[in-house]
């Protein structure tokens, strides 16, 4: 049962204009989104998170977009570069005595062209 | 730098081999993770210590076991090692639940082992 989902297997963007990934989930006991990149035989660089009291949550170029009602959520790079190309990861954690127990989307695959 | 530091970074082995992997979180963190991506399974938590005791654990197998020391570093064991189980081990480490910052998780650069 994939409780994290990434629809998107690849994404490409143009250098300069917005990449938007998306992530749904189904546990509603998660409260707690992270954003990871992630290049090939390393490991994931954290992005930017968001709790679950909170709709928005910005860091620069990067901000993450919680609907919790639809138990959606996206991650929007702007403007795109071409060093962001990589592998995008959205992950999910129930806090409690799930804490630490991340559960991981499939993975986006972001390509930007110059 | 995330600031984990992850040990061998490459192991090819045999199968039936024991394998030991060593993670050092960063510096102040308490809490150690173990994760394991595999080309069909994507990132899959396995164990979390903190601060010397198991706190949680995932889809681990029993042929695999982890411990965290006093000094906090951890170790992951790998017996009775299988061509499955050739996959990228990532240590990841946080600082504590509670804490501000204590959801945030940083992963080292994990430790690629190979079962031929």
């Known amino acids: 049962d994939q409780q994290v989902k990434q629809n998107s297997p690849s994404l490409s963007v143009q250098e300069g204009r917005i990449s938007i990934l998306n992530c749904d989930y189904t546990?509603?006991?998660?409260?707690?989104f992270l954003w990871y990149k992630k290049y090939p035989a390393e490991g994931p660089t954290f992005l930017i998170s968001?709790?679950?009291?909170?709709d928005k949550n910005e860091d620069g170029r990067f901000t993450v977009f919680l609907n919790k009602s639809a138990k959606h959520l996206s991650l929007h790079i702007v403007p795109s570069q071409p060093g962001d190309s990589a592998v995008y990861f959205c992950a999910a954690n129930a806090g409690g005595t799930s804490y630490g127990k991340l559960t991981f989307g499939q993975g986006t695959i972001l390509t930007v062209h110059p | 730098d995330s600031g984990v530091t992850q040990t061998p970074k490459h192991l090819i082995t045999a199968t039936g081999q024991r394998v030991t992997l060593r993670c050092s979180p960063r510096?102040?963190?308490?809490?150690v993770y173990w994760y394991q991506q595999s080309l069909d399974q994507g990132l899959q938590f396995l164990i979390q210590?903190?601060?010397?005791?198991?706190?949680a654990k995932g889809n681990i197998l029993e042929r695999f076991s982890a411990q965290q020391f006093p000094d906090l570093h951890s170790e992951l064991n790998l017996s009775s090692l299988e061509l499955g189980d050739s996959a990228l081990y990532f240590c990841?480490?946080?600082?504590?639940?509670?804490?501000?910052?204590?959801?945030?998780?940083?992963f080292g650069e994990g430790s690629w082992l190979t079962v031929v």
């Open positions: 210590y903190y601060n010397g005791e198991e706190r």
């Open positions: 546990n509603s006991m998660f409260d707690y």
């Open positions: 968001i709790s679950s009291i909170k």
């Open positions: 510096s102040g963190d308490l809490s």
């Open positions: 990841a480490s946080s600082v504590a639940p509670g804490h501000p910052s204590g959801n945030t998780i940083y």
